[in-house]
């Protein structure tokens, strides 16, 4: 493949991360101000539990239509026609009065956000050798979970100073902005490389998603997909900040700073992990280190006592490096699809990513509140209860995908 500009390359995943920032803080935005959206709208755990995973299920729901279209129409379109309805929840979710409101909001949002890491995923397939997939996404995530930065102490200073209202009006018009950028600078294929526009029948693209199922050992991957994520985003995106309140009694900017170090350190991890399957020669190594990593942390944070300040910054902390894994886990699923498959693949693999989120989101609100609330506070005892479901679901999911091929221990 010729050499690409720098400056071409450098403008591409600028903005292909920077709009993915959106994403990641609308995603994310529930867990800093849950106390205070209990408090204003009376919302009981399983409706926080909903509000925050009505995003991943609509998320995932749009994957596989997604994933047609971007292989018939291509990554740009599909980003520029999303990002309206991002910026029309992000628009609803600040003036909502009532649960229902703020529902279709989040419902908005996840259409909106969907195709905001597939589409570049897809755009650097057709830009990139194949092995440096996986440090692309790496930097991708990592450049785009500042969004995730600032949906926790930033997001908690600005509530506390002019209300959680006010910052999702400054997100929308931010994304609006973002996708001015992505109409100049992004091109669906390098320069010098002209691919003609797909030309399948509806049909065809839909035997396409077939294809990309019964795909060696994609189940295994899938399957993992359903928790991988699913553990980094229910603690850091929905029970990290109650829990931080309930047990340890922090208050919206003690919270928002510990949840703060954890999406700052999953950055770090981000972009490490996306160079582990060069230095592993492996995806399936570092994968299963992931894996196997977080749901240590978790089953230690749930057989221990409430810790102390440094006890917690340490495990936050840890906690955000190890399970900053899914760069190389979404790399490895991408590896096992031909090119003409690959908007159909990753979309299926996302799929899993973002629905195991929203069930174990809604399922661990409902598993909040068999424990009893004593004054809109939960006991110590159903949050451990949480994190070792998650963690125990993640280890018995690892054992099944030990036995995937590894295309990078293939000749």
Same mark, same amino acid.
């Given at each position: ?46 409706? &926080? ?19 047609i ?7 740009? !379109? ?52 194949p ?19 600032? !949906?926790?102490? @930033?997001?908690?200073? !600005? ?27 992004? %091109? ?7 691919? !003609? ?12 998603v077939?294809?990309? &199922? ?5 189940? %295994? ?33 003690? %919270?928002?700073n ?12 981000? &972009? ?13 190594? @570092? ?12 089953l ?25 894994f ?19 693949? &990753? ?25 009893p ?14 994190f ?20 990078? %221990?293939?000749?």
């Amino acid at each position: 493949m010729a050499r690409l500009p720098v400056l071409t390359v450098v403008a591409l995943v600028a903005t292909c991360a920077g709009i993915y920032v959106a994403s990641q803080f609308l995603r994310n935005s529930v867990g800093v101000i849950a106390p205070d959206l209990a408090r204003e709208l009376t919302l009981s755990a399983s409706e &926080i539990g909903l509000l925050s995973s009505l995003f991943f299920l609509v998320f995932a729901g749009a994957q596989v239509p997604l994933g047609i279209a971007l292989d018939r129409f291509g990554p740009k !379109a599909c980003i520029l026609a999303s990002v309206s309805l991002a910026v029309a929840g992000a628009l609803l979710f600040a003036t909502a009065g009532s649960f229902a409101e703020l529902l279709v909001a989040r419902l908005l949002m996840g259409l909106g956000c969907a195709a905001l890491l597939m589409a570049p995923l897809a755009l650097y397939a057709r830009w990139f050798p194949p092995d440096r997939f996986a440090t692309l996404l790496g930097i991708q995530i990592g450049v785009g979970n500042l969004g995730t930065v600032i !949906a926790t102490a @930033p997001l908690a200073y !600005a509530t506390a100073a002019v209300g959680w209202r006010n910052p999702f009006l400054v997100v929308a018009a931010l994304v609006a902005v973002a996708a001015v950028l992505v109409a100049v600078v992004v %091109r669906d294929n390098p320069p010098g490389r002209r691919v !003609a526009p797909k030309r399948e029948s509806l049909a065809d693209s839909v035997a396409g998603v077939a294809q990309a &199922i019964r795909t060696k050992d994609a189940w %295994r991957l899938f399957l993992l997909h359903t928790s991988g994520y699913a553990m980094y985003a229910t603690v850091l995106g929905l029970w990290g900040g109650p829990y931080l309140t309930h047990v340890h009694g922090f208050e919206l900017a003690q %919270r928002g700073n510990m949840l703060l170090l954890l999406a700052a350190t999953q950055i770090v991890g981000s &972009i490490l992990w996306g160079f582990s399957d060069r230095v592993f020669g492996s995806y399936r190594v @570092p994968t299963m280190l992931g894996t196997i990593g977080s749901a240590a942390l978790l089953l230690f944070l749930a057989a221990s006592g409430p810790l102390s300040d440094t006890g917690l910054m340490v495990w936050f902390a840890a906690f955000g490096l190890v399970a900053a894994f899914p760069p190389v886990m979404m790399a490895h699923g991408k590896s096992l699809f031909p090119l003409h498959l690959v908007g159909r693949g &990753i979309t299926l693999m996302n799929l899993a990513n973002m629905g195991g989120v929203f069930v174990w989101q809604a399922l661990t609100g409902v598993v909040m509140d068999l424990f009893p609330a004593s004054g809109g506070t939960y006991p110590v005892t159903a949050y451990h209860t949480v994190f070792a479901l998650l963690a125990c679901t993640a280890l018995v999911l690892t054992a099944i995908y030990a036995g995937a091929r590894d295309p990078r %221990r293939e000749p």
